[in-house]
């Protein structure tokens, strides 16, 4: 009995320390792995930031690169058919309609340190004509009419503000006619080069989350509105009304009998531009402008004095000061050569028009990049 005792409490003892030696083991191997584990993260670490020195010394030169003047540009060229023939919803029984609209974008911008100078300028020019009947010699009207020229320069600070200062020129290259309120042998121009042209300069500061995405503060703008005499189109006398039935005694906020209107106030603007998927691009931007001084516009009361005369109070605080601007452009290109085009935009001056002012163009030509 007592050897079996001896016999089995031998075998205890040689199990717990086999066991012990065991864990032993276990342990240093843990101790082992986290020393290797470690070792490979304070590699990776190291290996990081490395990377992160390499990629700041590439995007520094990639900087370098880019410095100087760069230069480009895209045109794109819309032709529109329509033919009705007999149609049972159309005005006329024969009616065709033709539309053309060309669109030209440039740009220049020049980098240096932390200097930025952007230039852009934005033309476009569309013509409609519509015949009804086989002898209707019905002329081309403008569709699109529209030069916008501008020039940013920033200074910045960080990654995300800069400094501003900028410069916008507005206007269109032909002439517009309306002989809808013509009489007799008078007709009018409802707008030509300069009549009217905004000029816009201001200073503020530019934010600019990522490169999609930037808004653009001016708390000090200097805004001219112009208006410059053009009285002769096709032979016969034509002039901007000063008897606007809406604005009736300005012309786009100019004063019967001068040529420019001179106001102070703030803009702002809010640019976004992204691609989706491989070839749907989106760009939209929108610019809003609030006059510190009165413009001076009215409106009419519907109502009229003893002489019968309208009588017309004046505009509220922001139809008097306020200009709205947006413009949309979506744009899908098939190839190289091929794009299908909308263009949209919201305007909003009551020295142009009571209402809201709506603008679309929808589609596909030929475009080419420079």
């Known amino acids: 009995m007592k050897r079996l005792l001896v016999f089995a409490l031998s075998l205890f003892v040689c199990g717990f320390l086999s066991t012990s030696v065991q864990a032993q083991d276990t342990t240093q191997k843990l101790e082992d792995l986290k020393e290797q584990l470690q070792f490979l993260k304070d590699k990776i670490k190291k290996n990081e930031t490395q990377n992160a020195d390499l990629l700041k010394q590439a995007e520094a030169i990639e900087g370098l690169m880019k410095e100087g003047w760069t230069y480009g540009g895209d045109g794109l060229l ?10 049972f919803s159309a ?31 934005g033309f476009k020019l569309g013509y409609l004509r519509t015949r009804s009947g086989d002898d209707d010699e019905s002329p081309f009207v403008k569709s699109i009419d529209e ?26 290259f032909a002439v517009g006619k309306n002989d809808t309120i013509a009489e007799g042998n008078q007709g009018f121009i409802s707008s030509a ?14 934010y600019i989350p990522n490169s999609k995405f930037n808004i653009l503060y001016h708390p000090l703008s200097y805004k001219v509105t112009i208006v ?3 009285k002769e189109y096709d032979g016969t006398e034509y002039t901007i009304p000063a008897n606007n039935p809406e604005i009736p005694t300005k012309r786009f906020g100019v004063d019967f009998g001068e040529t420019a209107f001179h106001t102070i106030g ?15 691009n989106v760009a939209s931007n929108l610019d809003y402008y609030f006059s510190y001084l009165s413009r001076g516009l009215t409106e009419s009361t519907g109502t009229f004095d003893a002489n019968g005369v ?22 899908f290109a098939f190839n190289k050569y091929i794009s299908l085009t909308a263009d949209y935009t919201l305007r909003y ?22």
């Open 193 to 206: 080069f300069a009549a009217p042209a905004y000029i816009t300069i201001g200073t503020g500061i530019k």
């Open 147 to 172: 030069i916008n020229l501008g020039s940013n320069v920033d200074y910045l600070l960080n990654d995300k503000l800069s400094y501003n200062a900028g410069f916008t020129f507005l206007s269109q």
């Open 349 to 370: 001056d009551f020295a142009e028009k009571a209402d809201l002012q709506h603008r679309n163009f929808f589609g596909i030509g030929v475009t080419a990049q420079f």
């Open 266 to 280: 703030s803009s702002v603007h809010v640019g976004y531009r992204d691609q989706f998927f491989k070839n749907l």
């Open 91 to 121: 005005a006329a029984a024969k009616e065709n309609q033709i539309g053309i609209n060309g669109n030209v974008n440039l740009y220049a911008d020049f980098k240096r340190d932390r200097l930025l100078w952007s230039n852009r300028g």
């Open 228 to 230: 410059r005499e053009a």
């Open 78 to 87: 819309n032709v529109s058919f329509t033919n009705l023939n007999n149609w």
């Open 310 to 331: 309208e009588i017309f109070d004046d505009a509220g605080l922001f139809k008097d000061r306020s200009t709205l601007n947006w413009n949309t452009i979506l744009s």
